[in-house]
């Protein structure tokens, strides 16, 4: 068996660690971030349906490590009506009113209202994804998305 530095042995020994760890982790993340998606369509999206899927990655570098979660939701399906607060629009004002959208909803994006078709992935990344992995390890996060 060939002779290791201290900096060699931690090096593989944190490798080791990381191998028999990160894939429990990102297990335990990827079923309760499905629970909080689900919760989230189950209160945004009320009677519709959408697909989803979360998966999870795991490099290993040496004795660092960094992990992926990617959270791919599908297109909005089904039918609801919903209110609109009356509003401004170039200078003229909009009565309030209720509309019936099919395959769409409506998400607030910052200040901004948008009716989309797919969740956008800055409000499932600012509604659930991070203020679940704040919560899970007890830390801030940046508010946009990580690349």
Do not use: W
């Amino acid at each position: 068996m060939p002779e290791m530095s201290k900096e060699e042995m931690g090096a593989k020994f944190a490798e080791e660690v990381a191998k028999a760890y990160m894939p429990k982790v990102l297990d335990e993340i990827k079923t309760e971030l499905k629970d909080e998606i689900n919760k989230f369509i189950g209160l945004k999206l009320e009677g519709m349906e959408i697909t989803q899927d979360v998966h999870t990655e795991f490099t290993i570098s040496g004795s660092d490590v960094s992990g992926k979660i990617q959270v791919d939701l599908g297109e909005i399906k089904g039918e609801h009506e919903e209110r609109v607060r009356g509003y401004r629009r170039k200078g003229r004002t909009v009565k309030g009113h209720r509309r019936t959208l099919k395959n769409k909803a409506t998400f607030k994006e910052g200040e901004d209202y948008i009716t989309s078709g797919t969740v956008p992935n800055d409000v499932i990344y600012k509604q659930v994804v991070k203020p679940y992995l704040e919560k899970k390890f007890s830390t801030r996060l940046a508010d946009d998305i990580p690349a």
